[in-house]
């Protein structure tokens, strides 16, 4: 995990999480950017590096995605 924060009032909580190997970002980097010899009409290739996540507090104090 990289970095989170609590709402406490609103009973949120949200994660962030990134990939800290400097290799699969730039195998990402790389595999993300758009040469110009592909085509327009196909469908992009993308790699995540990280992610963001939303946890909602229920009635009895637990954390749910």
Do not use: I
């Amino acid at each position: 995990m990289r970095d989170f924060a609590l709402d406490l009032v609103n009973g949120l909580l949200f994660t962030l999480h990134s990939d800290m190997n400097v290799l699969t970002r730039v195998d990402a980097y790389m595999t993300n950017m758009k040469m110009p010899w592909e085509s327009e009409g196909g469908e992009p290739a993308l790699v995540n590096v990280g992610n963001l996540e939303c946890w909602v507090r229920d009635e009895e104090g637990r954390y749910l995605k």
